[in-house]
């Protein structure tokens, strides 16, 4: 009994030297995508739910280790504030919201040194999306929004864009980039509101075939209904690898709460008729779609991370065809 006791002790004492590590450091990863539709090689750095995670001064450890992957674009998928810690501020504070604006720090400085590195795009999480549903902190949003865009990150609010369009010799990448950002129905606890094609396409209308469609999005939910919508690749985050992550399995808490989410961190692989969510197979006959969900960067109300460290995404997207020369 005394043996059994001290092995639970020491495995606990091991996962909280784990959490501890896991909560301050960050890792990069790479996906590669190819598609016929994609003109030229494209480097994306996609980051998600920073929740003011503080990496280095100013998140200078972390804004450094994104511009050493040179990418050509910078996608933020949503969540870089702790929409608890403006309700707090709200209460506390009874001047105008620039009086006391410390909830959005750390995100602020990133921004700021993002911008430095390449063009950033940016879609609103549930965490910025509610402080448009309550009266007392829309002027918390309107102060959000005016920071960023004044430091120049670019909203994609239910808004497509050519990213490289007017950029000498840049015009030819094939790439179209959608933002969507759901409305707070559908980050809902303990259900999952059911997202038709119709509503999509009454949000964001419907894409162009023509080009090779990035749809960057929060949730991963609904990546089968992103696809039948006709995305080529969805960047989403929100799901924070799971928390904990096992081998073979993925992360293990979902955001409604739920045990073993389906769509955690890592890349997937959807064809709309096809059985498995997760494979590439199948009839030809069907929409094919890649999703890339970032395990995130910070956490809130759970700090917890368990063979989970923060991610910093790179996506690799390539004309398909012969290998490309590694680049640097």
Not at 198 to 207: D, F, M, N, V
Not at 271 to 277: L, V
């Amino acid at each position: 009994m005394v043996k059994f006791a001290i092995a639970i002790l020491l495995a606990a004492l091991f996962f909280i030297a784990v959490m501890v590590i896991d909560n301050h450091r960050f890792v990069v990863r790479r996906y590669h995508v190819r598609s016929r539709a994609v003109k030229r090689p494209v480097r994306i750095v996609f980051i998600a739910d920073l929740h003011e995670k503080d990496y280095g001064n100013g998140n200078e450890e972390l804004a450094e280790a994104i511009a050493e992957q040179h990418p050509d674009l910078i996608l933020v998928g949503g969540d870089l504030i702790v929409s608890s810690k403006v309700w707090s501020n709200s209460r506390k504070n009874s001047g105008p919201a620039e009086s006391g604006a410390e909830w959005m720090k750390n995100s602020a400085a990133l921004m700021k040194r993002l911008v430095r590195i390449c063009p950033v795009r940016f879609v609103r999480g549930n965490h910025e999306i509610r402080l448009t549903y309550y009266e007392e902190l829309r002027e918390y949003d309107a102060l959000f929004r005016k920071e960023m865009e004044s430091i120049g990150a670019v909203f994609l609010e239910n808004r497509r864009e050519d990213p490289f369009s007017g950029n000498a010799g840049n015009e030819d990448s094939g790439i179209r980039l959608q933002g969507l950002e759901l409305p707070m129905r559908f980050y809902e606890k303990f259900k999952k509101t059911g997202l038709s094609r119709e509503e999509l396409e009454s949000l964001i209308g419907r894409p162009d075939p023509s080009y090779y469609t990035i749809l960057l999005t929060h949730t991963p939910v609904y990546f089968e209904e992103y696809v039948r919508w006709g995305a080529d690749l969805s960047l989403c985050g929100h799901v924070h690898g799971g928390l904990m992550r096992l081998p073979l399995i993925g992360g293990v808490m979902g955001t409604r709460p739920n045990l073993f989410p389906k769509y955690s961190g890592g890349q997937y692989f959807y064809e709309a008729g096809a059985k498995s969510p997760r494979g590439e197979g199948g009839s030809d006959s069907g929409k094919r779609g890649t999703m890339v969900v970032t395990c995130g960067l910070g956490m809130h109300t759970l700090p917890i991370r368990i063979f989970n460290p923060g991610e910093i995404s790179v996506i690799e997207l390539e004309p398909d065809g012969p290998p490309c020369e590694e680049r640097s």
